[in-house]
């Protein structure tokens, strides 16, 4: 089994700056991508960021150039460090995990997600 855990959540102006972390637990075989979901009230979840194992990353058009994205191999940790915050960033942020586990094929595991509130 897999644990997911973020945190780094909380609320700021909007111009602000927020870390968020998410940290893998657990019996893991090997990491692929880890990455960032997003879901603001009465919103469908959306993609955020993603980074390979490789270190390749992906940004949805809306937060690139402010947002990034790292990750802790060792930790199995991944990071989204937000800039420039808006409020149309409010939203519960979700991290994932596309995971092996031993004796278990690949998937993706998720956690329980954090609050960002940005307010203007």
């Known amino acids: 089994q897999v644990r997911v855990v973020e945190s780094g959540g909380g609320l700021v102006q909007a111009g602000g700056s927020l870390r968020l972390s998410c940290a893998a637990s657990?019996?893991?075989?090997?990491?692929?991508?880890m990455g960032w979901y997003r879901q603001a009230p009465e919103k469908q979840r959306e993609w955020v960021a993603t980074?390979?194992?490789?270190?390749?990353?992906n940004y949805v058009d809306s937060v690139q150039g402010r947002f990034t994205i790292s990750r802790d191999n060792a930790k199995n940790t991944v990071y989204l460090q937000m800039n420039s915050l808006k409020p149309e960033d409010t939203a519960v942020y979700y991290c994932?995990?596309?995971?092996?586990?031993?004796?278990?094929?690949?998937?993706?595991?998720w956690g329980q997600g954090t609050q960002v509130t940005v307010s203007s």
């Open positions: 980074m390979s194992s490789g270190g390749s990353t």
């Open positions: 994932y995990v596309l995971a092996n586990t031993y004796g278990q094929p690949r998937r993706d595991y």
């Open positions: 657990g019996s893991i075989f090997s990491i692929n991508t």
